[in-house]
């Protein structure tokens, strides 16, 4: 086996066990809050909880996930991760509203199957791809700058806010 599809795969594995933690966050904290304080707003319950989850995320990510990788400081990367995990909550969310308001599948199962199985599994695919493209980058080659392996990844609306600052 191929060492790079090997790193891969072990990224992979630590995502998903950091997925598998804040999965357990969310849910728990989701139903909590839907069958609480927000009995009558899964929309509001589903954005909370999964802002929670996707913060400590971050962290979990950042420090074992994909701590080998470039730092470029978390000035940048956390406010880039929470954005990109504002489109996977999108998706997630996208998904229960759907299925509460379009499908009319409002029980506490479709809300759940809805946000938790079927919006987070599509949510989790972007946020893979997104995170390790846009957030974590690759170490620098030998004798490579960091600033440089930003720029060469760097697409053009990043490139446009670098210069502007």
Known sequence: MDSRF??????IAKFG???LINFALDVGLFNVLRVTVLADKPITAGVISTSVAATSSYFMNRH??????ARTGVRRE???FL????VGLGISTGCLA??????GLDSLLADNVAKNVVGLGLGMVW???SFKRWVFLSPPQDGEDPETELERLATPAEAAVRTAF
């Open 17 to 19: 066990l950091v997925g």
């Open 98 to 103: 759907l299925s509460h308001y379009v499908l």
């Open 64 to 69: 074992w996930t994909w701590r080998h990788r």
């Open 83 to 86: 954005v990109l995990s504002g």
């Open 78 to 80: 956390l406010p880039l």
């Open 127 to 129: 946020r893979f791809w």
């Open 6 to 11: 090997r790193a891969v795969l072990h990224e």
